[in-house]
């Protein structure tokens, strides 16, 4: 058995010891190097662009301004193509601009020999703006007399509205309690090791090969090919090993401008390489909400109304834009499925680095609203938090509102009871003072989540998977989708072992996507890969299972049907210690018989049409210093129902991973804009207060297995959602130990100054 045990990692070694090649460690004869002209001031217009003193100089192959570029407006959002035109993602881009939108815009580019000589090309480039009032703040964007970032928008990208589940107005008029909040959180950057890098040529073909750090290569392939206005099959895209991304390689956004240099430069490759500090502000960025949350409840404590009104800046630049907003109200409804759910959601432009992907898309943002205002219901009307959501959490059978489906698996219930037993919830709460007072504070916080497993059925859930049987016996597996760290090329290793009946290391993953090879799937996002390109993956390997054992009925003289494979060997189904003959024998006589046999492979693409919810919760136990305004988490625990586990001990490096990040957003982690200017104060690390290993408690993570029907192996996602509800859960356990509600992200020292100023404890 393969699946449900602990292995080690397939791409480990090679990363570990430094063998893994990444996009910077390959080169080329003749390889030149671009770099961004990016714009000093945050909003307005380029009047004049000067450059024939960096055109002269030695080195330098071509500068490049909005003159010189396609006027094809495209859009960089990674989502799959979509047939429907009222679902298609804002075409708002151009390769370079003369109307500048944020403070880093990309209004010119130089290729030149050197990394030096582009610097200093750039440095001879003389520009004149004419400056505009920088638009920050919601309320500045749309205001009545606001200039429009983007003509024809009001500054508004889309809204919607719902409500389901019943008549709102006559809900409200029957609950009990109506509390209400408002809450805020704050502009993020994913911070992964590796920054944005690519570079393209033209092979001899004239086709242009991009080889880049993304996570989406075949949607890369797509859309470089409409900001270009060529056919797709002229673009080839590369994917080698990737230093993360958490979505921020979700977009494409060098992959258009090496094409287009490239190609405007007679084939030589040419290299475009993001530094810390470009990359902070020229790459996408988290959404910040501003989210006003209505709950009613009876006496009982039953909830009977969620209402929200939720803002959304997606900054200079649609990116995903409004689907953000849309996924995580979608998302988050299914904590509370059985109340009536409404919302009124709008995003909006503003003169900031443009908002994309970031993990767990808009759910950590709607969850800390959620949670905080589910907080204050419990405490309204009396009840521990705890049991608040057990009475009110989720359940299998459960219906959605929106969809009418019912939940399949549902384990919230569970991993509450889990992690109230592991953070010694009621055991504290009998030992501690009801009221705290002095310099240090102790308190407990809980907050719950749901996430997806997919997109499906927003977009479509394309995964395919080829294997082909080596003459040693072991077999090579192609898929689409992207190993970015998450360890989804171990996971289809599992798989394949666990359903071919061979051993787990005679799997050999490619792990370098390439579009002119591997077969189609849309990347690595939404948590979709081991549930989506697993059910590929299964099927796969299950054909080539009946290809191998077909064969064999050849070469043995059994029937097929009486025999299967365990081990790396082919046996007697009824008798499995009864070895017929190995894998590799069979193998061996496929491609080397002179009469007999062929190479024998398998193929799949297969669409997914479910999306399986994954539930959870985080529990904290935490100090309080109130001088200081600074907090201590004592105690840690996230758990999870993410169906069966395929990789356990990969599963809880996820939730790691996943609970640091948390953490990070709670605590330490904003990016600062000046309201006035639009100036980035610290696009760098070390003023963006990313936490290191000595800020990061102990980390416990748990799990509570379901069996998820829809999966072949009974699994659902566990990438994105372990970044939901550490930051709610911190933000309730500094209000069980203060008494004060601080609903602002992040909730840094200073920011916990200004609320207990306000509250009269400092």
């Not at 505009?132 to 508004?156: M, R, W, Y």
């Not at 009840?383 to 384990?411: H, W, Y």
Request: hydrophobic content about 40%; charged content about 20%; glycine content about 10%.
């Amino acid at each position: 058995m393969a699946v449900g045990k602990s292995v080690q990692r397939v791409d480990g070694v090679a990363k570990v010891t430094g063998k893994a090649r990444y996009a910077d460690d390959f080169t080329m004869p003749g390889m030149r190097i671009a770099k961004y002209l990016r714009s000093t001031i945050a909003h307005g217009r380029v009047l004049t662009i000067n450059t024939s003193k960096a055109r002269v100089l030695p080195g330098v192959d071509g500068v490049f301004t909005y003159q010189d570029i396609p006027k094809t407006k495209f859009a960089t959002a990674g989502h799959p193509f979509s047939m429907d035109p009222g679902h298609v993602d804002v075409a708002d881009r151009l390769l370079l601009t003369d109307y500048v939108r944020y403070m880093g815009d990309e209004i010119a580019i130089v290729v030149a020999d050197s990394d030096l000589t582009a610097s200093k090309a750039l440095s001879l480039i003389d520009v004149e703006y004419e400056s505009f009032q920088p638009l920050v703040n919601s309320e500045d964007i749309l205001g009545d007399d606001a200039p429009e970032i983007h003509k024809g928008t009001g500054n508004v990208v889309k809204t919607h509205s719902f409500v389901a589940g019943g008549n709102l107005a006559e809900v409200r008029e029957e609950c009990d309690h109506l509390i209400e909040g408002r809450y805020k959180t704050q502009i993020m950057q994913h911070c992964h090791l590796e920054n944005h890098t690519a570079y393209a040529y033209m092979d001899d073909h004239q086709r242009i090969v991009i080889v880049s750090s993304t996570q989406i290569p075949h949607i890369a392939r797509r859309i470089v090919a409409e900001a270009l206005d060529m056919d797709v099959g002229l673009v080839r895209v590369v994917k080698p090993f990737i230093g993360g991304g958490f979505g921020n390689k979700q977009d494409v956004i060098l992959e258009p401008m090496v094409a287009f240099l490239t190609k405007k430069l007679d084939g030589i490759p040419v290299r475009l390489r993001l530094d810390r500090e470009g990359g902070m502000i020229g790459t996408r960025v988290r959404h910040p909400f501003d989210v006003k949350v209505q709950v009613g409840l009876d006496k009982n404590g039953t909830i009977k109304l969620i209402n929200f009104d939720a803002l959304s800046n997606t900054g200079a630049y649609a990116s995903h834009g409004h689907s953000i907003i849309s996924a995580g109200v979608a998302k988050t409804h299914y904590m509370y499925p059985r109340a009536v759910y409404s919302c009124n959601a709008k995003t909006i432009y503003g003169n900031i680095p443009s908002a994309g992907a970031m993990r767990a898309y808009g759910s950590p943002q709607m969850t800390f609203a959620i949670e905080a205002v589910m907080e204050e219901a419990a405490r309204l009307v009396g009840m521990d938090s705890v049991e608040f959501r057990l009475q009110n959490g989720a359940r299998s059978g459960d219906k959605s509102q929106i969809t009418k489906k019912p939940i399949m698996t549902c384990g919230l219930l569970d991993s509450i009871r889990k992690g109230r037993e592991l953070i010694g919830w009621e055991k504290k709460r009998k030992e501690w003072p009801k009221v705290q007072t002095g310099q240090l504070r102790r308190g407990l916080g809980i907050a719950i989540f749901s996430y997806g497993s997919g997109t499906y059925p927003v977009c479509v859930e394309p995964g395919s998977a080829r294997l082909i049987l080596n003459q040693d016996g072991s077999v090579h597996l192609q898929v689409g989708a992207t190993e970015i760290g998450q360890g989804s090329d171990t996971v289809f290793a599992q798989m394949t072992a666990e359903t071919v009946g061979i051993s787990f290391d005679k799997v050999h993953v490619v792990s370098a996507q390439d579009t002119d090879v591997t077969p189609f799937d849309t990347g690595a996002y939404a948590s979709r890969q081991t549930y989506v390109t697993g059910q590929a993956v299964m099927r796969t390997a299950k054909q080539l299972k009946t290809r191998i054992l077909d064969y064999a009925e050849i070469i043995s003289g059994l029937d097929a049907e009486l025999i299967t494979i365990a081990d790396d060997n082919i046996v007697i189904a009824e008798t499995p210690e009864i070895a017929v003959m190995s894998v590799r024998d069979v193998a061996v006589d496929a491609y080397y018989d002179k009469n007999r046999g062929g190479q024998i492979t398998a193929e799949v693409s297969y669409k997914t049409r479910n999306n399986a919810h994954v539930f959870g919760c985080t529990f904290v136990d935490l100090s309080v210093d109130i001088p200081l305004c600074r907090v201590t988490i004592n105690e840690i625990y996230n758990v999870h129902d993410c169906g069966v586990v395929i990789n356990p001990l990969g599963a809880e490096g996820q939730v790691h991973g996943g609970m640091a990040m948390g953490i990070g957003a709670a605590l330490f982690e904003e990016l600062m804009v000046d309201p006035d200017s639009g100036r980035i104060y610290n696009n760098n690390l070390l003023d963006y207060k990313v936490p290191t290993i000595m800020d990061i408690p102990d980390l416990g993570a748990a799990f509570v297995e379901t069996y998820e029907p829809s999966h072949p192996y009974g699994a659902k996602s566990v990438g994105e959602a372990p970044v939901i509800s550490p930051a709610p859960a911190i933000r309730n356990a500094i209000l069980d130990a203060t008494g004060v509600a601080i609903n602002e992200l992040p909730m840094t020292p200073k920011s916990i100054f200004k609320y207990f100023k306000k509250a009269g404890l400092l």
